[in-house]
């Protein structure tokens, strides 16, 4: 079963979405098998965002992930990559439909709210970078 990797921000965790947010996916039936709330290190958010080291707003990137607790999650499902950065929205909140994450509590592209994992690759570094394999448990619904 596909995974990914979605992290509320600290904007989104200083806003008190994180319910609202979970409620999302558990309401499209994605299952969550992995979360924790932290505080990540410079180091962690430099790795994290490597691809976007060379650009103009890397350090603002990283001061911004670090300045509060973020909710890292791991979520389980058929097309759950795909499908969460649908939910999501655009990076630019400019640019997300209402209705996406994004779209509908966000303003700026800086403080987005979440990231999420945008293809397999990515997401299996993710996931390996933010939880032991021992921090992910799978289960059946049995009630
Ligand atoms: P995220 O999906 O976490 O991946 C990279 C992040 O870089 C992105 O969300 C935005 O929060 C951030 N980002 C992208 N473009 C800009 C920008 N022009 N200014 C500040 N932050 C940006």
């Known amino acids: 079963m596909e995974k990914t990797f979605l992290m ?11 319910g609202k947010i979970v409620q999302r996916f558990e ?3 994605f299952q969550l098998i992995g979360a924790k709330l932290i505080q990540i290190t410079k180091e962690q958010a430099e790795y994290h ?6 650009r103009p707003f ?21 097309n759950v990559i795909q499908l969460s950065r649908t939910m999501m929205g655009k990076t630019n909140p400019l640019d ?3 209705g ?3 779209g509908d509590f966000a303003v700026q ?7 999420g994992s945008d293809s397999p690759e990515s997401a299996a570094r ?3 970078h933010f939880f032991k394999p021992e921090e992910l448990l799978s289960y059946e619904r049995s009630i």
């Open 49 to 54: 965002y490597a691809e976007h080291k060379e």
């Open 27 to 29: 309401d499209k039936g």
């Open 100 to 102: 996406t994450i994004r």
């Open 8 to 18: 509320i921000k600290p904007d989104g965790v200083q806003r008190q979405l994180i």
């Open 58 to 78: 890397f350090g603002e990137l990283v001061q911004f992930i670090t300045s509060g607790p973020v909710f890292a999650m791991v979520w389980q499902g058929h």
């Open 96 to 98: 997300a439909a209402p």
């Open 109 to 115: 592209t800086g403080n987005n709210i979440i990231h």
């Open 126 to 128: 993710e996931i390996a």
